[in-house]
């Protein structure tokens, strides 16, 4: 029997054909991409597990026939981190998706990786609490992929990313074994602190079955200003003297020309008519402090020569100011067939030094970039808008994207600021790290994985062999027995 | 830079290694390895007793000798600093800028170094994060002499694993931390401590009072005796000069509770109480359980403690001196006693600092979960177990 048929003997043991697991090809093709759709692999099998125990036997299964596993929260990443290995299984978790428990004394919610983002925070609301790491996909992405990513939002200025939002893991390691990782609902868990590196791994460490959770007081009060400038030049030095000054707000986002159009077109945001740029700032928490500081970011920008401003006087009007800001990735199809949405970071400092290198590549090159970003943490999301049809396009506009990677390197900042570096991104790796940097980062996929089974070919360049653990042995490393690496 | 160890636990390390660059850390490590030494990373020897006494000692290195170096990109609000620089240095220098780390002096003259692998809990981690929350990016030397990264200077990055937050509390068993990049924040415009004595019986209201105001303190510690049945509250405001009072007003009413205000933090803030000192974790609210228990075992075994809990957090660091004095026997049994309170109430209890018999006889981090994936996380990064063998969980 060939390793395909006895995995599908023995998966049909967990799972019902046709629910919980997925052969007819029609059906696997829908699992081919998240939502980076220029990747493509269409899987040998999907199995939609509703609790651990199912993760962990399809995982021990993987493990012993040595065949490659994927997991899948809601494919809605921008790295291909979810994207399948052909002969491989795919794990998808959206079916897996209880709230087990909003603990409110503890401010704590446990709950399976399925759950939607912003669902957590729907079920929280009865206690005044909220789960704060709100990625603009929160409608849609999972907890589990949140997690495997160390997803960002727009408020992470002011409250971190996924990693400072989590206390504890469910996980199952590539060899099949359900483990706890992290203190649960309490914080520093003696030993290493294999929470801090699972979350980010990118489901190449295994895959998360029940995550811990912190809940935050929902802030007293809220205040969003919106204000209009001449260019991306002088809403940077606004950006620059609010958070010099010692406020930090709850979010700081920029939109350019293209990008403000674009929402417009697509969502009637009514951002201030004319803008060049928009800036977005919006302060949270005390009363006191909130309107103090309010005062003083509305200084700033005047002083800066910001012209149309102002401040949304209630939720409605706030819901709209983010409206335009959340849909802009999507918004952007109003304006061009195709698009690729970039994710990289610099020192927020060199904003206007980027921009400008930005602007020039856009003018040398003939193809149009948007501005959208996180600008209070120098995270870019540049949209490099092509037409697939016209010849050549498609290519120069990855030239495009690839310089504005290559120029966050060059500013000191990052390849990838919360999208993760997937299958996408994997051939920058070199360039922001040395061998050894990522050679030791795969020291700890060896302790996880020594086989390369969990979510193989993402972040790293090239595999590591894991060599002989002492303890413990395995069978003949897959990338040897395929002929693709030698054992030296 | 203090005078190189004589001994270490008890132990007498056969030499002691001064590197003064990086890469003569680099040489050191590859050939203290290549001959199969066991080896003991130290920065200005203030956290020595924390941990289990190392197995044996071949060479000590000392890495407070290596050279001090900050950048600041204040108008970035992030820092990259070498790890022999001091917290305290490294304070005096972001202050000229207006900003620091928002990490507390818990020990004096700790390199930051020695602060990452330890990762000590303060009171500012309420409203700022860990160590490990502020730390952008490390440097490091692992014991093959390979110079590594992670992480960088931008404080938004998820390219590649983090290991920063591996490194941080590791006890210097994986690598020898050479940099750090370090998110910082503006000095406050204004602070406020206010204190207030709180009846032990009536910590459940004033936990879930704090815990869910929307005043948002930057700390809120609770400080004393455990002989008394009243401890104190002392809960610090930062912000804008403006809002601070009408927070103080809002937290007062809150809690129905009138504060003492002082510019000034209370003496017992910035400290680890006791010189044998557990660190125990809970469930936040269940501090008033933890608060009963404690005492009881203090009253039980006639035992002075001194306690001081980041209400919040939930992490309590118990000064208990009288440990030390008991018979190892008695002394088990009480740590028995707080593990099993702590374990109930979702935490651990460790033994952060005590004297060596102490640590010898007893396993001060006692039973750990996923301890098989951390033995394999530690036989990949140093395969021979050369770096502080056994002074960690489980043995590492
Ligand atoms: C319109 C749009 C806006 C977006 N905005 C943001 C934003 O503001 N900030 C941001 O950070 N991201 C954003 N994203 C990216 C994306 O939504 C996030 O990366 C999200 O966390 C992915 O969640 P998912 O459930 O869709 O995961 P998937 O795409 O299915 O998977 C992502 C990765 O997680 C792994 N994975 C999934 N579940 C698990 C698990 N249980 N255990 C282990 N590994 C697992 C997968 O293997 C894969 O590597 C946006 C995406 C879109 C389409």
């Known amino acids: ?488 | 830079m203090p005078s190189p160890i004589a001994t270490i636990d008890g132990a007498t390390p056969r030499a002691t290694a001064t590197p003064s660059s990086v890469d003569e850390l680099r040489t050191t490590l590859q050939e203290a390895s290549h001959s199969g030494k066991q080896l003991l990373l130290a920065g200005h020897h203030t956290k020595m007793d924390w941990g289990r006494p190392p197995e044996s000692v071949d060479v000590a290195i000392e890495l407070g000798a290596l050279p001090c170096e900050i950048e600041h990109w204040a108008d970035d609000l992030v820092v990259r600093a070498t790890a022999s620089v001091t917290l305290e240095e490294l304070q005096r220098e972001l202050s000229t800028r207006g900003q620091r780390l928002c990490v507390d002096t818990l020990i004096p003259s700790s390199t930051l170094g020695g602060l990452v692998a330890t990762a000590p809990s303060g009171p500012l981690r309420y409203g700022y994060g860990a160590i490990r929350d502020l730390l952008i990016g490390v440097g490091a030397v692992r014991v093959d002499g390979t110079l590594t990264r992670s992480g960088g200077r931008v404080v938004k990055n998820v390219a590649g694993y983090d290991l920063a937050k591996l490194y941080t509390g590791s006890y210097g068993t994986l690598a020898a931390v050479t940099e750090v990049f370090l998110r910082l924040h503006a000095l406050p415009e204004e602070s406020q401590y206010l204190t207030v004595a709180v009846p032990i019986d009536n910590l459940g209201p004033v936990v879930a009072a704090l815990t869910h105001s929307t005043v948002a303190p930057s700390a809120i510690e609770l400080h004393g005796p455990l002989g008394e049945r009243t401890l104190t509250l002392s809960v610090l405001i930062e912000g804008l000069a403006k809002g601070v009072p009408i927070r103080q007003a809002g937290l007062e009413r809150a809690l129905g509770l009138s504060f003492a205000t002082s510019t000034s933090a209370p003496d017992w803030w910035s400290s680890l109480p006791g010189s044998t000192t557990l660190k125990v974790t809970h469930e936040v609210a269940s501090l008033p359980q933890l608060v009963q228990g404690l005492y009881e075992i203090a009253d039980r075994h006639q035992i002075h403690t001194e306690l001081k809990d980041s209400i919040g957090i939930g992490v309590c660091h118990l000064g208990i001196d009288a440990l030390a004095t008991l018979t190892l026997e008695s002394a088990g049994q009480v740590l028995g006693e707080i593990r099993m309170l702590a374990t109930a109430l979702g935490g651990s209890a460790i033994i952060l600092r005590a004297p060596v018999a102490l640590r010898t006889a007893m396993d001060p981090f006692g039973s750990i979960p996923a301890l098989d994936l951390m033995r394999r996380v530690k036989a990949q990064f140093d395969p021979q177990q050369l770096l502080a063998r056994g002074r960690f969980v489980g043995g590492i």
């Open chain 1, 1 to 488: 029997m060939n390793n395909l048929a006895s995995l599908l003997e023995r998966l049909r043991l967990i799972f019902h054909e046709g629910t919980g697991l997925l052969t007819d090809p029609a059906m696997l093709r829908t699992f081919e991409c998240d939502g980076l759709a220029h990747h493509r692999v269409i899987p040998a099998v999907v199995v939609l597990p509703t609790t651990a125990e199912q993760v962990e036997q399809t995982i021990s299964i993987c493990h012993d026939l040595g065949v490659p596993f994927v997991a899948r929260g809601n494919g809605t990443g921008l790295s291909a981190g979810a994207l399948p290995v052909a002969e491989g299984v795919v794990i998808s978790l959206s079916r897996f998706r209880r709230i087990i428990e909003i603990d409110a004394p503890n401010m704590r919610a446990v709950v399976e990786p399925g759950v939607i983002n912003l669902d957590l925070t729907k079920a929280s609301v009865g206690d005044d609490l909220y789960y704060a790491p709100d990625p603009s996909s929160q409608q849609v992405c999972s907890i589990g992929g949140n997690v495997a990513e160390n997803s960002g939002g727009a408020h992470c200025l002011k409250y971190g990313f996924t990693t400072h939002h989590i206390t504890g893991l469910e996980v199952v390691t590539p060899d099949g074994e359900l483990i706890s990782l992290g203190a649960g609902k309490c914080v520093d868990a003696p030993g290493y602190d294999l929470l801090g590196a699972f979350i980010g791994s990118e489901g190449t460490l295994g895959v998360a079955t029940k995550i811990t959770t912190k809940l935050l007081k929902r802030p007293e009060l809220v205040k969003t200003l919106i204000a209009a400038f001449d260019s991306t030049t002088s809403a940077g030095a606004a950006v620059s003297a609010i958070i010099a000054s010692g406020i930090l707000p709850a979010a700081v986002e920029m939109m350019d020309a293209l990008a403000i159009e674009a929402a417009e077109n697509a969502v009637h945001c009514g951002y201030p008519e004319g803008a060049n740029t928009v800036l977005i700032v919006e302060l949270d928490g005390p009363e006191g402090e909130v309107l103090a500081g309010m005062e003083r970011v509305e200084a700033f920008c005047r002083e800066c020569g910001a012209g149309e401003l102002r401040i949304a006087a209630d939720d409605e009007e706030r819901a709209l100011i983010w409206k335009g800001r959340k849909s802009a990735f999507a918004a952007i199809g109003t304006l061009s067939p195709d698009f690729i949405v970039q994710d990289g970071v610099i020192p927020r400092t060199s904003l206007p030094q980027v921009l400008a290198e930005i602007a020039e590549l856009s003018r040398t090159s003939g193809i149009r970039v948007a501005n959208v970003f996180h600008a209070g943490d120098g995270n870019l999301h540049p949209l490099v808008l092509f037409d697939e049809r016209i010849a050549g396009d498609l290519e120069t506009a990855n030239a495009v994207s690839g310089a504005i990677i290559d120029l966050c390197i060059k500013y000191g900042g990052s390849i990838t600021g919360e999208h993760g570096v997937g299958a996408d991104k994997v051939s920058y790796m070199g360039k922001m790290f040395t061998e050894a940097d990522l050679d030791t980062m795969q020291m700890v996929r060896c302790a996880f994985d020594v086989d390369n089974l969990s979510n193989p070919g993402k972040i790293f360049p090239t595999p590591r062999l894991c060599g002989e653990v002492p303890g413990r042995h395995h069978g003949v490393h897959p990338l040897v027995l395929s002929g693709e690496a030698e054992l030296f």
